[in-house]
């Protein structure tokens, strides 16, 4: 029993260390590399009032911008 287990744990590491290769190997020539300027794009912003639009482009060159992404950010979940 515990060698078909670790038989059935060496195939499960071995198919997921090739998905993670083939993953890592296939590159989106449309997804920007480290060092790139990042694209142009416009976000909704909503200040307490009014909801507004946010361009990186009224920050370029005047100010440095993170973006952060919360995926579950308040869901509940």
């Known amino acids: 029993?515990?060698?078909?287990?670790?038989?059935?744990?060496?195939?499960?590491?071995?198919?997921?260390?090739?998905?993670?290769?083939?993953?890592?190997?296939?590159?989106?020539?449309g997804m920007p590399k480290v060092g790139d300027i990042a694209p142009d794009f416009t976000l909704k912003h909503f200040d307490g009032n009014n909801l507004k639009e946010v361009k990186?482009?009224?920050?370029?060159?005047?100010?440095?911008?993170?973006?952060?992404f919360y995926i579950f950010a308040f869901t509940g979940g």
Request: charged content about 20%; overall charge positive.
């Open 56 to 68: 990186l482009s009224d920050y370029r060159g005047k100010k440095n911008v993170a973006l952060a």
């Open 1 to 29: 029993m515990q060698s078909r287990r670790a038989g059935v744990l060496a195939a499960g590491l071995l198919l997921a260390m090739s998905v993670g290769l083939f993953a890592q190997s296939k590159e989106d020539p």
